[in-house]
């Protein structure tokens, strides 16, 4: 392993995903006493993001990888020498949503964790503290302590909760600058020195203030509260939306008006076609399976409707383009901008653009995908459907996509779509055209003086006939 160097101490990150990675980069960059290594199972991820071309796309991200890489940030396969090493062990695994057995499509699926925890107690020759990165259900330090202290070489492992809150997109802003990082531990001695070794690490440079240490139950249901408030959020303005549509109420309106009191805030009221993100539905149907597994069923139906109103929102999209397009889309061709599930990354998981493009091809409609960065994994997702294989195709150059289409719907809020030339697009496409803004980011004035007929969310529409 390169460079162990005269480092006060040796950080490791298991799991070098969109929060492993962007998480382990920033330490490393604002901290050089430390020595910070990513370690991955796959050795495809560990080689991508030792070259110029990093397995995500995150702005400003390459710059802070550069700045540390080869000085104090290194990304390994060797995961047996980096836990041997290291003091402070971060675990940022997947946790996806289990698909089979008990809990399967709600609970959290924990075999990596627990593959995790095992690997660490054969490889470790000494006291370590297990930080949680990757976000957990509530009480699994718990199990995971157990589990570690199970050992019979006499090693201690303390397990702290530190979930990360950071948003894909604004990755780097977030960790520069987070509204708060939460720490938590056991109250026991033991568990609070270790609470203060990780409270010195983003001491580094994150103020005391933003610094907020709790019991370790505690974080660990922040983090899916955190994501289930979030969500939320969004289904409300989102389920407010349609009723707009009924009543001539236009809903940025309606959130504008809401959100400067300043009991609720402006942020995350912006109607969409739905939210998407690996995190939230995750995170919230793992929430519901706990509710219910302390026989709380009220509350889980509760946080359930959240994830519901968000698969109708999807749906109505859907519909309402049906309906506007005469009954029929067969045989439409349809262009979708954009595929990630939100502006300024690759990432597609659970996107909105994938529910919306297997319902179009299943209408038989031919749906041509374009994204600036979100193509590779858009062709992936819907691999598994077959309508989509004799339906939709992909092109990278929106012009291009837009060319005899009879709709463009916006599913991304990618600000190089704001700034196309409609007019060139009106040109190119079959008459009537129709515009469904996904997100409401154009100016749908704008676009029905070119000659569209706009179909906004949450405002009335803007037709030619
Ligand atoms: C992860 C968790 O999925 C999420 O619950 C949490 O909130 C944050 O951390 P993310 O970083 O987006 O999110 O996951 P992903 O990009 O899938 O990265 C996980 C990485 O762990 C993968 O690169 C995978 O190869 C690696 N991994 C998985 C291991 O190194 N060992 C394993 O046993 C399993
Ligand atoms: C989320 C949380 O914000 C973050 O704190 C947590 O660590 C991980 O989960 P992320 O999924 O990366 O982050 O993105 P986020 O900005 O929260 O957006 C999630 C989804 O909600 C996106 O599909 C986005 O387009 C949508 N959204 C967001 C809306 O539809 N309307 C809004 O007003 C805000």
Redesign the pocket.
Known sequence: MAGTGNFSMNIIC????????PTMAMIAAKCPQYKVTV????AD?IAAWNSDKLP?YEPGLDEVVKSARGRNLFFSTN?TDAINEAKVIFV?????TKTFGEGAGKGADLQ?WE??ARDIIKASNSDKIIVE????PVRTAHAMERILNANDKGIHFEVLSN??FLAEGTAIEDLKKPDRVLIGSQLTEKGLAARQVLVDIYANWVPKENILTSNVWSAELS?LVANAFLAQRISSINSISQLCECTEANVSEVAKAIGMDSRIGPRFLNASVGFGG??FK?DILNLVYICESYGLHDVARYWESVVAMNEFQKKRFVKNMIRVMFNTIAGKRIALFGFAFKADTGDTRESPAIDVTMQLAAEHANVVITDPQALDNAAKDLQGCVDCKKYVTFEKDPYEAAKGAHAVAIMTEWSEYKALDYERIYKSMEKPAFIFDGRNILDHQRLYEIGFNVYPLGKECWKHF
């Open positions: 298991i799991g070098a995903g969109y929060v492993g990675g370690v991955d199972i796959n991820r995500i995961i940022s695994v997947n946790t996806p990596y593959k995790t990165k990757s976000t957990l979930p990360e983090k690996s995190c995750k």
